[in-house]
């Protein structure tokens, strides 16, 4: 069984910082179809539409029929573990620094024979279920794990490259006054996170449970305004060595339904301040922030591993009523998502959440159903500890995702209604 | 089996086997080294380099060039040109383009050349590179390469017909004393079974002894009429039977045979003869676990008995069932594609009497196997024939 991940000792300051490898990331077009169920945590493979036969690896045309009909599809995870080993040799610098790695082949009870990474708790043989996660590269990698589960198996060292789980790790909360933040703060708290920075954009303002969280010794507030270039800078050059975690919780949503759209208004603050929070906030955090995780991408089992955006559904699709926030959701996501690119060399995750409405001050007129920040904290951990890096939380998100893809000019009608 | 009776091999023949000596490391290109084989040959030949009207190829390390452009860099203008990529099956795959060829009448000389260079970087680009489910379905997984796809099928056959490490070892042990005769095997030292025992794993159950050693070489042989070998005064190979076969039981959850067990029965039938009459047996060896799979996929034992066959001979040059006399990739070395040719030249060289330290006292009919290509996860060529010496 894994032994519980041991403390990270205190870093010598003199010793070298290891740097990121990350491991062999070439895939050819039909396998990226693995990495869109990866990143969102499915099971799928591919199935011919003629004859039924699932592949593996993917391919253009069926093994069995020559069909080209091959869709992506949800299919039983559970096959047989048939012939494992442990490679204490690689031909891959990014496997070298992780030896002994076991890997095994398995029988799919859906038909396809798959070599995997396979968990230290597997047994030689039997039964085992298997998942796709993503690995360092961001590409699709199938993991072996226990038919049921053990204690502590997210601790396995094969298993935390494919995940980025905050336990034992420090986590930088960028607004802490809010009531997402909170609900972040103390999920990570609960997830076993060392410590957590609590950023606070606003002194003079008192928020009780603010200060309830501060007395934990592993919460240290600090002042951070993301709109404040300086404040930034300030921050990360205090504590940037020490964030292994980034989950950007500040955010801005002003104005009642109806009053935020485009030709309701006759100016522009409503958008330029949303921008400044959401847009501009999230890259003046990445320059000051970034750097230091890139380094850190390997250093030791607590290594920087992912910053975690909380967009909104709306991101993908705008809700007119809301419309000026809206269009800064799309700018934030499409900073994420250069942003992922520009950290992928590094391995570090880049975690983006497309919640639903949010139950919050400035959603008070907004029907149900609604999420609790507690739920999106739930999901932002879940995610963490599963290795996904889109992921959307409630039914709304879920629902317009699902849309999207049948008919995204549905979306656009029904949303503007 | 197809109902139409197969072609005989008559009055085609196979001859001067050629070995360029291996090198761990080679700062020259794959075209040195087949330049060097196809140079080789001709001069052994004492034919001109125009009557050499066809010529095969097989090479990891020629890229980017072809076959083709290997023509023009060594000036040959062939009127018949194949490239077989089918690493370890090579050797016999070339042996039954070429002699089709020359039994039609497309080539009168047909050189058959593999080679690759070895130089410190290009075998981990050959197996990163190596196919489109390697790269997305099995390098990702540890890059362990061809150790750790063999380990798997060596767990599973371990597993289930219950050979143990000293089965393997018996093994190599018997092919490093065949590699002691040998003065081009790249491993010059006896190794004993406690030697073999003791290695450090590599790749569970794969340890040290159990990997071959990576090279550059190169090998070659030419095909031509009986008519002409007499001629030219060399002495020859006759070809009893071959067979290939690619991706055979794609239904076995993991490889524990190879495409011989699906026409062994046609490759005797074609020779008309049968495993007892076989003399020596030279089988592609990238590990040991694939020459027990060839022992009984070829009929030499039964399916799961290949570790009891182990244990009652002794597969040395004098020993009860003389076997990869040469050495073996596992002794020798493997020179990329060239390691699929090796054991079907050594097998030339014992049916022409010119096998050197590694003669055997008998040596009238044999069989050299080959096995190639692991694509995903087993090994995808198979193919073997059935060599006479001739009588000049
Ligand atoms: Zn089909």
Known sequence: ?417 | MSARPRLGYDGVVVNLPVTIPYARYSTHSAHWWLGRALGELIRGSGLAKRDVDGVCVSSFTLGPDTAVGLMQHLGMSPRWLDHIPMGGASGVVALRRAARAVQAGDAEVIACIAGDTNQVDSFRNTVSQFSRFAQDAVYPYGAGGPNASFALLTDYYMQHYGATREDFGKLCVAQRDNALKNPHALMKKPLTLAQYLAARSITDPIHLFDCVMPCAGAEGYLVMTEDRARALKLPFTRIRSTIERHNAFPEDPIQFRGGWAMDKDDLYAHAGTGPEEIDFLETYDDYPVINMMQFEDLGFCAKGEAATFVREHSFTLDGSFPFNTSGGQLSVGQAGAAGGYLGFVQAVRQLTGTAGATQLAKARLGMVSGFGMINYDRGLCSGAAILERGQV
Not at chain 1, 53 to 70: A, D, I, M, N
Not at chain 1, 123 to 142: C, F, I, M
Not at chain 1, 146 to 157: G, H, I, L, S, V
Request: some cysteine.
């Open chain 1, 1 to 417: 069984m894994t032994a519980p991940l041991a403390t990270p000792k205190k870093k010598n300051p003199v010793q070298r910082t290891r740097l990121a490898t990350l491991p062999p990331g070439a895939r050819s077009r039909s396998a990226l179809g693995l990495t869109r169920a990866a990143a969102e945590g499915r099971f799928e493979l591919q199935v011919c539409a003629d004859c039924a036969t699932v592949q593996y690896p993917p391919r253009e045309v069926c093994g069995h029929c020559l069909s080209e009909q091959l869709d992506w599809q949800t299919v039983d995870n559970h096959g047989e573990l048939i012939a494992t080993t442990t490679l204490r040799h690689s031909n891959d610098l990014y496997f070298r620094e992780r030896l002994p790695w076991r890997v095994g082949t398995v029988k799919m009870a859906a038909g396809p024979v798959v070599v995997a990474h396979v968990h230290e708790d597997c047994a030689a043989s039997g039964t085992v279920r298997l998942t796709l996660k993503l690995d360092r590269s961001g590409q699709a990698v199938l993991h072996a794990l226990p038919e049921q589960d053990t204690p502590n198996m997210n601790d396995a060292a094969q298993l935390r490259e494919s995940t980025c789980d905050p336990k034992h790790r420090r986590v930088l909360v960028t607004d802490g006054k809010s009531a997402m933040g909170i609900a972040v703060a103390r999920a990570m708290l609960d997830a076993g996170a060392a410590a957590v920075f609590l950023g606070d954009p606003t002194p003079w303002k008192t928020v009780a449970a603010y200060d309830t969280l501060i007395e934990d010794e592993r919460v240290q507030p600090v002042d951070l305004d993301v709109t404040d270039t300086d404040s930034v800078d300030r921050l990360a050059a205090s504590i940037g060595g020490k964030v292994d975690l980034l989950v950007n919780t500040a955010s801005y949503l002003r104005g009642n339904p109806g009053e935020g759209g485009i030709l309701g208004r006759k100016d522009v603050i409503l958008a330029r301040d949303a921008m400044e929070v959401n847009v501009l906030g999230l890259m003046r955090l990445a320059q000051a922030f970034g750097p230091g995780m890139r380094f850190r991408a390997a250093d030791g089992t607590n290594h920087a591993v992912a910053w975690v955006n909380i967009l909104s559904i709306h991101a993908l699709a705008p809700l007119p009523a809301r419309g000026a926030w809206s269009a800064s959701m799309a700018a934030a996501l499409s900073a994420a998502l250069t942003l992922r690119a520009e950290l992928a060399g590094t391995g570090v995750r880049v975690v983006n959440i497309f919640p639903g409405p949010i139950d919050e001050e400035w959603e008070q007129l907004t029907p149900p159903p609604k999420l609790s920040p507690a739920a999106v904290a739930k999901a932002i951990i879940h995610a963490l500890k599963d290795g996904v890096e889109d992921v959307y939380v409630g039914d709304i998100a879920e629902e317009i995702r699902a849309r999207l893809r049948e008919n995204h000019k549905a979306v656009e009608r029904e949303l503007g209604q």
